[in-house]
């Protein structure tokens, strides 16, 4: 996986869970990621060194990482989403019997049936 990828994956989640962070974690998750700030930047903002920030990012990835990887928020939106699609395609093409199915077996999927 690329900068550029694990940087989207990371918003992604930050999406999700972000709020589960200190807010000090979401200061710095925030200026890194949203606002393009350099390390030295936010050490500078929030007049701590380098490594305080770099330490920090780290760990805040990792538990964006650990939160996802227990709650499947993200995981269970996308399958959700991918699903809706071909709901809303079969309803296009006027296939009632199959746009039914659909619909209730992701009703059951939401309500953990």
Known sequence: ???LEK????GD?????????????QAYFEDYYYNDYSLGEI????KVSRQA????LRRSSRLLEKYEAKLHMQRDYNKIESELV????SAGQNKIKRTRSSIK????Q???E
């Open 1 to 3: 996986m690329d900068e």
């Open 7 to 10: 940087n989207e994956k990371l």
């Open 13 to 25: 989640l930050y999406a999700y869970y972000g709020t589960l962070l200190t807010e000090g974690q």
């Open 43 to 46: 050490a500078a903002n929030h």
């Open 53 to 56: 920030v770099y330490d920090n």
């Open 86 to 89: 071909q709901i809303y395609q």
């Open 105 to 108: 077996k992701l009703l059951n």
């Open 110 to 112: 939401m309500r953990g």
